[in-house]
Structures are given as C-alpha cells and as structure tokens.
C-alpha cells in the first residue's frame, strides 16, 4: 500500500510559479506510474500529467503543456509538479496518485493523496 501526501499549494498571482510537492510511503514507490490530477469546483477531476516509475516517460494534458512539468526523486519517494505561467482556470485542489500503469485514466489509479489547494488570482 501508498500513502501520499501533497504539498506546497497557495495562492499566486497570474503568470507565478509553485511547485507542488507528493511524498509517499512504503518501498515500492519506484514500482508506481505517478499521476496529478485537478478538481475546481463543479466540475469533474481531470488529468494533468503523469510519469513513469523511471521518471523517462511523461505525458501532459494539452492545458498543462509547455506550463507544467512532471519528475520524481525515487530516491526521496517524491514525485513533483512545477508549474509555471499560471492562469485563473488553473485554480483548482490538485492530487497525486499511484497506479499500476501509465494512463490519463483516473479510475484506473489504486492510491490517491488528500489533495492541495492552487489559486492563482490577482
């Protein structure tokens, strides 16, 4: 089992940068596909970026690309979102999550954290 925990959300202005730290537990974090993931308010969770458990793969949703980028420290079990040029529709509780395999998919992850809170608002 993986326990994650997210971190290093807030409030930015639009055009800053955060990045969004998951730290997980138990020893076979570098066995997972690691995914983030983001829910504003009504509206359904969507997909962002995902990488693979060497951290060579990665894949973005078309919003977060050239914006956002995906990478892992298996080392430190951590797995990292920076996000840069941010707008207002970026605003939203974003998540980490585990799966099996390396998909955009968010039902086919087992793990998920608790989420962190981004706005970006002037």
């Known amino acids: 089992q993986v326990q994650l925990v997210e971190s290093g959300g807030g409030l930015v202005q639009p055009g800053g940068s955060l990045r969004l730290s998951c730290a997980a537990s138990?020893?076979?974090?570098?066995?997972?596909?690691m995914g983030w993931f983001r829910q504003a308010p009504g509206k359904e969770r969507e997909f962002v970026a995902v990488?693979?458990?060497?951290?060579?793969?990665?894949y973005y949703a078309d919003s977060a690309k050239g914006r956002f980028t995906i990478s892992r420290d298996n080392a430190k079990r951590t797995v990292y979102l920076q996000m840069n040029s941010l707008k207002p529709e970026d605003t939203a509780v974003y998540y980490c999550a585990a799966s099996g395999r390396f998909t955009p998919i968010p039902t086919e992850y087992d793990y998920w954290g608790q989420g962190t809170q981004v706005t970006a608002s002037s």
């Open positions: 990488i693979s458990e060497g951290g060579v793969r990665t």
């Open positions: 138990g020893r076979t974090f570098s066995s997972y596909v």
